[in-house]
C-alpha cells in the first residue's frame, strides 16, 4: 500500500469520467506552489502516491526550463510541462514497474517540446538531429546543466549523454561542412 497526500489540480472539463460534478470553489494548487489559474471554478481533488508528487516536484522546474526553451514562451512552456506530469500521473503505477520511470517520464515531456520546437520559425536543433539527441544538446548546453544532470532527468546513464554529445558536435560539423561547399 502506498501513502497518499492530497492535491488539487485543474480541471479541464466539468465533469469527471464518470460523469460525477466535479467540485466547485476549491482552491487550485501546483506542484511547485505557485497558484494556477482557475478553469472556471472547476476543481478536481486527487490523491496521488507520495512517490509521484515527489517526483514530480524534484523535476516540474527542469520540465518548465526545458519545454520553455522550446517552445520561447514560458507560459506555453508551463502548460507543456503540467500536461506531460498529468500524463505520467495516468502511468505512474507502470511507471515504476519498469527499468526508469525518469526515462518514461522524459519520454513524454520530450514529445511535447520537440514538436514545439519543430514547428517554431528558423532553425531548429530537431531539425537535424534525432529527438534524444536534440534533447541532450537543449539541456547541456542551452539550460547548462551537467551530464549526470542530463542523465539523471532524462533517464538514462551518463555515458550515453557523452555520447549523444560526441554524435551532435559530429553532426553539427559535418552540416557546416556541407553548408560551406555548397555555397550557402
Not at 531548429?124 to 534533447?135: G, I, K, Q, T
Not at 539541456?139 to 532524462?154: N, S
Amino acid at each position: 500500500m502506498w501513502s497518499e497526500i492530497p492535491g488539487a489540480v485543474r480541471a479541464r472539463r466539468a465533469r469527471t469520467a464518470y460523469g460525477v460534478p466535479i467540485p466547485r470553489g476549491e482552491e487550485v494548487r501546483s506542484l511547485d506552489r505557485l497558484p494556477l489559474t482557475q478553469v472556471g471554478d472547476e476543481v478536481l481533488e486527487l490523491r496521488m502516491p507520495v512517490t509521484f508528487t515527489a517526483f514530480c516536484t524534484l523535476r516540474l522546474a527542469a520540465y518548465i526550463r526545458f519545454a520553455t526553451a522550446c517552445t520561447g514562451c514560458p507560459r506555453t512552456g508551463r502548460e507543456l510541462a503540467q500536461d506531460a506530469l498529468g500524463d505520467l500521473a495516468t502511468v505512474w503505477e507502470s511507471a515504476l514497474r519498469s527499468p526508469s520511470p525518469a526515462a518514461i517520464s522524459w519520454n513524454l515531456i520530450s514529445e511535447r517540446g520537440s514538436a514545439q520546437a519543430r514547428s517554431r520559425p528558423g532553425g531548429s536543433v530537431y531539425r537535424v538531429l534525432p529527438r534524444p539527441h536534440a534533447d541532450v544538446v537543449v539541456l547541456r548546453y542551452r539550460l547548462g546543466l551537467g551530464p549526470a544532470e542530463v542523465a539523471d532527468l532524462m533517464g538514462i546513464d551518463e555515458l550515453e549523454v557523452n555520447g549523444m554529445l560526441q554524435y551532435a558536435t559530429r553532426a553539427a560539423a559535418g552540416a557546416a561542412y556541407a553548408e560551406s561547399i555548397s555555397g550557402r
